[in-house]
């Protein structure tokens, strides 16, 4: 399998930090004309240490407790590694995503796709049992957050410049509620879910899906503004 450029935070863990980063380029011309498929993605939950305090041979207690809980949250992750960057650790596990096409018939077998669906170019979908899975664990553990980011790292290589319209979006981090920037060719842009779309994806009950990116259209001139 692929793997998928998106980020995933995950700060309603039980663990220290909860800065979680999954991050792979995302062609737009292979999501916008290659059929739905599955790829994998990265998710890389924060942690105090790799190793335990005492004996760094032996794993943290911080890190068997997210080997632990990811996979009650993403029931086919599949732990990778841990490591430090800086001052920072890190527990890596691999899920998988669906990205590409997406039809009237489609079957969406992953808790977790990104697709575009006739004239809306981007869009991201999860699915109720993942949905489920969090509302679990958030009442399991008492708490009442869950901070839930998706960040797309999206390279035009499509041949010619790209003009979309854009929903509630981060921007190469400028926001964006409705905005209608062009992403050039060869050029790739980060994209980071706004906390509205992100909210979405988890806090109702059911699959839920947001759109990133259409077909530019002028919204003033259509609705008469």
Same mark, same amino acid.
């Given at each position: 399998?692929?793997?998928?450029?998106?980020?995933?935070?995950?700060?309603?863990?039980?663990?220290?930090?909860?800065?979680?980063?999954?991050?792979?380029?995302?062609?737009?011309?292979?999501?916008?004309?290659?059929?739905?498929?599955?790829?994998?993605?990265?998710?890389?939950?924060?942690?105090?240490?790799?190793?335990?305090?005492?004996?760094?041979?032996?794993?943290?207690?911080?890190?068997?407790?997210?080997?632990?809980?990811?996979?009650?949250?993403?029931?086919?992750?599949?732990?990778?590694?841990?490591?430090?960057?800086?001052?920072?650790?890190?527990?890596?596990?691999?899920?998988?995503?669906?990205?590409?096409?997406?039809?009237?018939?489609?079957?969406?077998?992953?808790?977790?796709?990104?697709?575009?669906?006739?004239?809306?170019?981007?869009?991201?979908?999860?699915?109720? @049992? %993942?949905? +489920? /899975?969090?509302?679990?664990? =958030? #009442?399991?553990?008492?708490? !009442?957050?869950?901070?839930?980011?998706?960040?797309?790292?999206?390279?035009?290589?499509?041949?010619?410049?790209?003009?979309?319209?854009?929903?509630?979006?981060?921007?190469?981090?400028?926001?964006?509620?409705?905005?209608?920037? @062009? %992403?050039? +060719? /060869?050029?790739?842009?980060? =994209? #980071?879910?706004?906390?509205? !779309?992100?909210?979405?994806?988890?806090?109702?009950?059911?699959?839920?899906?947001?759109?990133?990116?259409?077909?530019?259209?002028?919204?003033?001139?259509?609705?008469?503004?």
């Amino acid at each position: 399998m692929k793997k998928l450029i998106i980020t995933l935070t995950f700060c309603a863990l039980a663990v220290a930090g909860c800065k979680t980063q999954v991050e792979k380029d995302v062609s737009l011309k292979s999501l916008l004309n290659t059929p739905l498929h599955t790829e994998t993605a990265l998710l890389n939950v924060e942690v105090p240490a790799c190793g335990d305090h005492e004996d760094s041979r032996k794993p943290s207690s911080s890190l068997l407790e997210a080997q632990d809980q990811i996979p009650k949250v993403f029931p086919q992750a599949k732990y990778k590694e841990c490591y430090k960057i800086k001052f920072e650790s890190f527990a890596s596990f691999e899920i998988p995503v669906g990205v590409g096409v997406v039809e009237e018939n489609t079957n969406l077998e992953n808790d977790i796709n990104i697709y575009r669906f006739k004239n809306r170019l981007l869009n991201v979908r999860t699915s109720a @049992t %993942l949905s +489920n /899975n969090i509302k679990k664990y =958030l #009442k399991k553990s008492y708490k !009442s957050n869950f901070n839930f980011e998706i960040v797309i790292n999206l390279k035009n290589d499509t041949g010619e410049d790209a003009k979309f319209n854009a929903y509630s979006v981060y921007w190469d981090g400028a926001p964006l509620t409705l905005g209608r920037p @062009t %992403l050039k +060719n /060869n050029e790739t842009v980060k =994209l #980071k879910l706004g906390n509205v !779309s992100s909210d979405m994806l988890w806090m109702y009950e059911g699959e839920s899906r947001t759109p990133v990116l259409s077909t530019q259209i002028d919204l003033d001139k259509m609705l008469g503004m």
